[in-house]
């Protein structure tokens, strides 16, 4: 199947998806070329247009070769496969994230012209591109869209190869493609006309969609009160976060970082995000200062970090923006250690832990004295780490749940597998922190 132009295949793609009417729908354009075939999509179906923005992960030295992709809301989608084949490093990983996502930051701020995204908060989201290569956009795609809120995710495309839109089957509710030929060569073979759509199509054809819908276009519910850059005082000593706090939160969730991470780690920020769409305030801060995180000895110094993480959230409990809020801790790794820890100290009186791929071994001194509802999340193709959170467990006097994500390893890598650790994650911090916090302090803690 040929294709005259974007146009021509949106229409004919809108053909296949009459049943996705209705008021709940909201149609979102992979920027750029996918944005001309979700306009087409958009108006045959009488539903609003926005753009989804994800951006390609290149090879440090072979840009066009992709190895993931990102996405609003800190996610990332990496082809483990191929970093390892070219032996890509963290750094070069780092290196390449922070640039793209600076890129994907002014293009949604140009896209959207200084507006808001639109809310898909309970709505089915239906993804559209002008086709499939690797998948790896269209699947980070999904994923923010899920972290936005969706409640159903389409994924609707003219052409792709039949291993990719099989593979994508496991990111989106349903997949639609209206052709997958056996020798597939590339999404541009499949189009007469396949000229590249700049910055100003996209905009221009936003604007039109726009100006043709039936009813005012709802923007994002509830913006955040606060959503800043901070400096957090843990005793004397300042540490740099990051504050989001809806108008009307259900609690506070602060973050500890495992080791080599910090407050940029996208992992992190994936999960903030799932609990900031459920009305929750999230704090992700460093434990220790930039000339501390060089020295190794620090990183692993759980009962310093710990320390730190206490004093920081006595620190909290004295702002304004957190009266009256239940707090809980959510830690990966060794930053799960130290929440645990932290937890026992009187100056903490937090209220629900989270671990993800936590180390809770490397506070086993302090695990009986833990009052604090947690849980444990394990990967489990993390057999290591799944063995010492399943002896912690039994050392742990608090109400505890253990949670095993299949086909998961350490770092939650694989599809779907981040999804699931932060809606666990999610679920636990709203059982315990949506009840309001009273002003006496927990008799059952001991300072660390």
Request: include cysteine; proline fraction near 6%; glycine fraction near 8%.
């Amino acid at each position: 199947m040929r294709f005259i132009d974007r146009a021509d295949a949106g229409r004919r793609l809108a053909g296949a998806l009459t049943g996705l009417r209705g008021p709940d729908l909201v149609v979102l354009g992979l920027p750029r070329g996918g944005v001309p075939v979700a306009f087409e999509v958009a108006t045959a179906l009488d539903a609003p247009l926005d753009v989804i923005m994800v951006r390609k992960l290149g090879l440090p030295y072979q840009p066009e070769l992709a190895m993931g992709a990102i996405g609003e809301g800190g996610v990332r989608v990496l082809n483990t496969a191929v970093v390892r084949a070219a032996h890509v490093t963290a750094q070069e990983l780092g290196a390449v994230e922070y640039a793209e996502r600076g890129e994907l930051e002014r293009r949604a701020a140009r896209f959207r012209a200084g507006g808001r995204r639109l809310s898909l908060r309970g709505k089915t989201a239906l993804v559209v591109d002008d086709g499939i290569a690797t998948g790896a956009t269209a699947k980070a795609a999904c994923q923010v869209a899920r972290v936005q809120g969706a409640a159903q995710v389409v994924l609707a495309v003219p052409v792709g190869p039949p291993s990719a839109i099989a593979e994508l089957k496991e990111a989106a509710d349903e997949v639609v493609c209206l052709d997958t030929p056996e020798w597939f060569l590339a999404v541009g073979a499949c189009y007469e006309r396949f000229d590249q759509t700049s910055d100003e199509q996209v905009v221009a054809l936003l604007a039109r969609a726009r100006g043709r819908a039936p009813q005012p276009l709802t923007t994002v519910d509830d913006p955040p009160a606060r959503d800043e850059d901070i400096q957090v005082l843990a005793g004397s000593t300042p540490l740099q976060g990051h504050l989001t706090v809806p108008e009307r939160p259900i609690g506070l969730v602060l973050f500890a970082h495992g080791s080599g991470s910090s407050r940029h780690s996208p992992r992190n920020r994936y999960v903030a995000q799932v609990l900031a769409d459920a009305g929750l305030g999230t704090l992700l801060f460093d434990l220790l200062s930039p000339d501390e995180e060089s020295d190794r000895a620090r990183v692993f110094d759980i009962e310093l970090l710990a320390t730190r993480l206490a004093e920081a959230t006595e620190w909290v409990r004295r702002q304004q923006w957190s009266a009256g809020l239940r707090i809980g801790y959510f830690g990966a790794s060794t930053g799960a250690a130290a929440a645990l820890w932290a937890a026992t100290d009187e100056r903490s009186r937090v209220d629900a832990v989270v671990s993800r791929g936590g180390r809770p071994d490397l506070a086993a001194l302090k695990l009986p004295w833990v009052r604090t509802p947690t849980l444990l999340i394990v990967g489990s193709h993390d057999e290591i780490v799944l063995d010492l959170n399943q002896r912690a467990r039994q050392l742990l006097r608090a109400p505890t749940e253990l949670a095993i994500v299949p086909g998961a390893t350490h770092l939650f890598e694989e599809p779907g597998t981040l999804r699931q650790a932060a809606r666990l994650a999610r679920d636990w911090f709203l059982r315990y922190l949506a009840e309001p916090a009273t002003a006496q302090p927990r008799a059952t803690t001991r300072r660390g």
